[in-house]
T-cell receptor, first 114, second 110 residues
């Protein structure tokens, strides 16, 4: 099976702009989680989608939003970008997102906000 | 809220030595504990995981131990090699989401 893919891989934006990132999970996986990775902060959970519904949300402001389509592909959107939003954004997929399942990560989208 | 603490943040060892990374978690309902390795510029990759009904699991040079009473788990790498150099993340899953530690940067010197 093909792995988790993310597009674009790199992005440069300026403060105040908005950005949309895309994640395609492994075929058959219905759960997609998003993480923000910054140096020293590890992987911070943003949200999780399952069957087109947001099932969990982390402690991020409302500028961060997401959605999931019927084919399980997911997008996340960040509006009114701030310098502190510069990070590597990772998505991970799993079959149901529950129990003792493995999550598989995509390569990430590196966002730089100037 | 749920929290996973990971120590140390950096670890330097000589090739052939052992490395130990420790994590503690707060959610007593956690029942799944994966460890991920992230090499520079690459995605995190699962290297080993342990479930709450098991106290120890080994895979070649890597082992993980779990103490549910104390709510901590550890990663042990024996006979370290330069290619083990990476950032290692522990994680714990409770009722819903997977919570990650802040990572340990392991450097193995030849």
């Amino acid at each position: 099976k093909a792995g988790v893919t993310q597009t674009p891989r790199y992005l440069i934006k300026t403060r105040g702009q908005q950005v949309t990132l895309s994640c395609s999970p492994i075929s058959g996986h219905r759960s997609v989680s998003w993480y923000q990775q910054t140096p020293g902060q590890g992987l911070q959970f943003l949200f999780e989608y399952f069957s087109e519904t947001q099932r969990n949300k982390g402690n991020f402001p409302g500028r961060f939003s997401g959605r999931q389509f019927s084919n399980s592909r997911s997008e996340m959107n960040v509006s009114t970008l701030e310098l502190g939003d510069s990070a590597l954004y990772l998505c991970a997929s799993s079959s149901r997102g529950r129990g003792q399942e493995t999550q598989y990560f995509g390569p990430g989208t590196r966002l730089l906000v100037l | 809220g749920e929290n996973v603490e990971q120590h140390p943040s950096t670890l330097s060892v000589q090739e052939g030595d052992s490395a130990v990374i420790k994590c503690t978690y707060s959610d007593s309902a956690s029942n799944y504990f994966p460890w991920y390795k992230q090499e520079l510029g690459k995605r995190p990759q699962l290297i080993i995981d342990i479930r709450s009904n098991v106290g120890e699991k080994k895979d070649q040079r890597i082992a993980v131990t779990l103490n549910k009473t104390a709510k901590h788990f550890s990663l042990h790498i024996t006979e370290t090699q330069p290619e083990d150099s990476a950032v290692y993340f522990c994680a714990a899953r409770g009722a819903d989401k997977l919570i990650f530690g802040t990572g340990t940067r392991l450097q193995v010197f030849p």
